[in-house]
């Protein structure tokens, strides 16, 4: 999971992680804020997050505050 509230940051992140989405390793979800990611990982019931990537300086909700609460 990749939080960023730049949205052009997502096409990088996809880009990077590509093979691996194709290959079936994992898949690759991103959101666009706290809440959204919170959302994201209520939503991921049965499935495990091995891996959440945020941006600490975002409005509303920073990635600290994300940390704290997911």
């Not at 991103?30 to 495990?48: C, K, N």
């Amino acid at each position: 999971l990749v939080v960023d509230d730049e949205r052009d940051m997502e096409a990088l992140f996809r880009q990077q992680f590509r093979r691996d989405v194709r290959a079936g390793r994992f898949d690759l979800e991103f959101a666009v804020s706290g809440p959204h990611a919170l959302g994201l990982i209520t939503a991921a019931r049965g499935r495990d997050i091995i891996l959440l990537l945020s941006d600490i300086n975002m409005p509303g909700m920073t990635g600290l505050e994300l940390l704290e609460r997911a």
